[in-house]
């Protein structure tokens, strides 16, 4: 395994002291130009040209920082055709910032893609960290951030959507999922259905921006509240996670039915007790103990 090297201090070092260039992955603001890093002002500075999701959105940020490198367009439509040019250009010795409209790039976008080439071709791949939707959304939610899933969009052909709601009824860990406007209504129909109305969710709106809005309740009064809201701006959803599942109270017949079921399917007495364990309420010894001769 060849490990690319990533401890480049700059742009400018990175491109004199190796052969290839190196691609910045840099974090840029969600809408409060105040979240800018002077690391991430440098870093587009500094390198050769920036690959951008949307060059005219970027502009404006690159004018309002006062930077003038070149950029070029690299977005969802494109990415198939540009990626062999920026590979080219990296192992040509220059280097290149990716960047999104808002956040960090690779997430729910396609600098995931030119990443993951860039890993695939061996050229060093830097983190320049910035604001992310999700986390920042989490972070007031006050639901559980010890353990949570990151899910982007929903699907919206039907089969996918109802297979990503079924998952999201019996998810264990807190989930954060984005949406645009114009589907939220549907979205939180869907995901009352799906986990019930009681299941909290916290849903950020225009996150950082001069209309930031927090609101947290439930999934139920959520829905009324969008049946009588008009959708405006970009949506973060944080949905607790489900309730924990309780394990089934099984008698001591039955027990000794299932571990015969998984002895007869090859395991041992002490592995099939094991697993039994997991699904019961039973420990591992009690279910050992149990005569199965009886």
């Not at 041992?268 to 697993?275: D, K």
Request: glycine content about 6%; proline content about 5%; some cysteine.
């Amino acid at each position: 395994m060849t490990i690319a090297p990533n401890s480049a201090p700059d742009a400018t070092t990175d491109a004199s002291s190796n052969a290839w260039g190196t691609l910045y992955v840099v974090g840029t603001p969600i809408g409060n130009l105040e979240d800018m890093t002077f690391r991430a002002v440098r870093i587009l500075q500094e390198v050769d040209a920036i690959a951008a999701e949307d060059t005219r959105h970027t502009a404006r940020l690159l004018q309002h920082f006062q930077i003038t490198t070149p950029q070029l367009s690299y977005h969802q439509h494109n990415r198939t055709r540009q990626t062999p040019k920026i590979l080219a250009r990296l192992t040509g010795g220059q280097s290149i910032a990716v960047v999104t409209d808002a956040g960090m790039p690779g997430i729910s976008d396609p600098g995931g893609d030119l990443v993951a080439a860039c890993v695939a071709a061996e050229i060093a791949v830097v983190p320049v960290p910035g604001v992310s939707a999700s986390v920042t959304a989490l972070s007031v939610s006050g639901l559980d951030s010890d353990r949570f899933a990151f899910d982007g969009f929903l699907p919206t052909k039907n089969k996918d959507r109802r297979a990503a709601l079924d998952r999201l009824a019996t998810e264990q860990r807190t989930t954060i999922l984005y949406e645009a406007p114009h589907r939220i209504r549907q979205t939180l129909s869907d995901l009352a259905v799906a986990c019930g109305e009681a299941r909290q969710i916290a849903i950020g709106r225009e996150l950082t921006k001069r209309y930031e809005e927090i609101w947290r309740g439930s999934l139920g009064e959520a829905v009324a509240l969008y049946e009588s809201r008009k959708p405006q701006g970009e949506f973060t959803l944080t949905i607790a996670a489900a309730p924990p599942v309780a394990a089934p109270v099984l008698s001591e017949e039955e027990l000794k039915v299932e571990l015969r079921r998984l002895i007869a399917g090859g395991l041992s007495r002490s592995q099939a007790c094991r697993e039994l364990a997991q699904h019961t309420q039973q420990s591992r010894r009690e279910l050992y103990q149990l005569d199965l001769e009886s």
